[in-house]
């Protein structure tokens, strides 16, 4: 499970930016509601998760409005390191 925002505003699960396995997750914590989006290989996966960590405090799980694919999403591009040159001696 990759945790994408943590105790977060829902509306932040309104962007398409998002990758399309991602999930708004809705439970209770300290007496009140809050979300989480994340995302897993499986709904199973995130279900268990938090069923395990919250118990009868966790609500529902809904699809956010991500449109990505998982794959290239955050994907940034591997850091090269620099070419070592040959010195002339001169």
């Known amino acids: 499970m990759n945790l994408i925002h943590e105790d977060c ?3 932040l699960a309104k962007d398409k930016k998002l990758p399309y396995t991602s999930y708004l997750v809705e ?3 300290e007496g009140r509601i809050a979300y989480d989006i994340a995302t897993a290989t499986s709904k199973v996966e995130l ?3 938090y069923y395990d960590k919250y118990k009868k405090d966790f609500k529902q799980f809904t699809q956010t409005e991500g449109r990505v694919n998982p794959t290239l999403w955050n994907n940034q591009p591997q850091a090269t390191p620099p070419k070592k040159g040959s010195k002339k001696k001169g």
Request: overall charge negative; proline content about 11%; charged content about 45%.
């Open 9 to 11: 505003d829902p509306t």
């Open 27 to 29: 439970y209770m914590r």
């Open 47 to 49: 279900f268990d998760e």
